[in-house]
């Protein structure tokens, strides 16, 4: 599978994507106009505009003092933004970190938040976490936040929703 955006026109008229001389004769068949399309790719990517998007993993760890407070005091709202962030494209997975296993009908020992995020860049990334709630009500420990250029490998469908 290509993971190169392909205008619809190009499929009519490879002449303007060729790079040879011998490229931009007409194809003898559709099979080598295909071809000489997708052997032409990256003048396709290189007019694209908007800058390349790459995934974050942040790791956001929660202040020691007071955190959990402010934590469950914000958490329904949060929540709902990471929805709009999910729908956005920015947020790809998202979840908390937890001094210990959770456990039914306890209040988890929650310790932070994990985010793999999508942005142009670190400082993108930053400038829409800040903006989250949880940020804005210092649940979040910015002194000991970390985040990372991150690939995903492996994705499995969730288990339960």
Not at 128 to 135: A, N, P
Request: a positive charge; hydrophobic letters at 35%; one cysteine or more.
């Amino acid at each position: 599978m290509f993971k190169f955006p392909l205008p619809r026109t190009t499929i009519f008229s490879p002449k303007p994507f060729a790079r040879s001389p011998t490229a931009t004769t007409a194809a003898t068949n559709s099979t080598q106009g295909l071809y000489n399309i997708l052997n032409n790719h990256k003048y396709v990517a290189a007019m694209s505009t908007s800058p390349q998007k790459s995934e974050w993993l942040c790791i956001l760890p929660d202040q020691v003092n007071g955190g959990l407070e402010r934590r469950l005091k914000v958490r329904t709202e949060h929540l709902e933004g990471i929805k709009r962030n999910q729908a956005a494209g920015f947020a790809n997975f998202g979840g908390v970190f937890l001094n210990e296993p959770a456990e039914e009908g306890k209040t988890p020992a929650f310790k932070g938040s994990v985010i793999v995020a999508t942005g142009a860049s670190k400082e993108d990334v930053l400038e829409v976490l800040k903006q989250d709630v949880y940020s804005k009500n210092n649940v979040w420990d910015w002194e000991k936040a970390e985040i990372y250029p991150f690939k995903t490998a492996v994705v499995s469908p969730l288990p339960y929703v």
